[in-house]
């Protein structure tokens, strides 16, 4: 797997209540990485359909599914802490059960500690575009990222991406209908699933006539 990186830790700013839930909450609700392959139902204390969510973000979209959906266990992975710390100040509110969070790098994350045919969705939502042609090398969502990913997806499993850059969206959209290991679900581009929230960046880009396009593959049943 390649070694360049696709995010860099900014110093952003981390607030006192964010600070004060990684604190408190991490130990209960982090799971550290490791080099080795991580036992799923044990992480959350039940078998039930796992959905790894890479780059959550500050963590709305991740709580408000966990929340309408109690049935499926929610893996998110994230490196930047104040995104951490407002997730887990959301399953704190929310008193969800079913979110468990890695701070790490994704890929690392993906190659080491999740097993193979394992889960039941993956999840990746406004990944970075860096937008600029030098940095597009540092894209996510590259060939053998998608292949690695496909890789631990169940039979009959889905992959959904979104963006709001539409060359980045063209590049994931050529990536995923070349990946063997997966099939679109619509022709090109897929509305927006119900089960995908609208988070209010979004719902402001949408005022402002910005375009988000929806990416849906599965893998297909053996």
Known sequence: MRTIRSFVLRQGRIT????????????????????E??????????????????GFGMGETTATMAQ????????GVEVHAPGVGNLLKEIDARGLANVRIIQHDALEV??????????????IFFPDPWPKKRHQKRRLIQP???????????????????TDWPDYAEQMLATLVAE????????????RPPCRPLTKF?????????????LVFRKPPE
């Open 16 to 35: 006192e209540a964010q600070r004060r839930a990684r604190e408190q909450l991490l130990p209960r609700y982090g799971i550290p990485f490791t080099q």
């Open 37 to 54: 392959i991580l036992d799923l139902a044990g992480a959350f204390g039940r078998p039930a359909p796992k959905i790894l969510e890479i």
């Open 68 to 75: 309408a959906h109690p049935e499926n266990d929610y893996l």
């Open 110 to 123: 993906v190659e080491r500690m999740i097993p193979e045919n394992s889960l039941a969705g993956i999840h």
């Open 144 to 162: 053998e990222f998608v292949a690695l990913l496909a890789s631990r997806l169940a039979s009959g499993s889905h992959m959904h991406l979104a």
């Open 180 to 191: 063997p290991q997966l099939e679109n679900t619509a022709t090109g581009f897929a509305p």
């Open 202 to 214: 979004e719902a402001r880009g949408l005022k402002l006539g910005h375009n988000v396009w929806d």
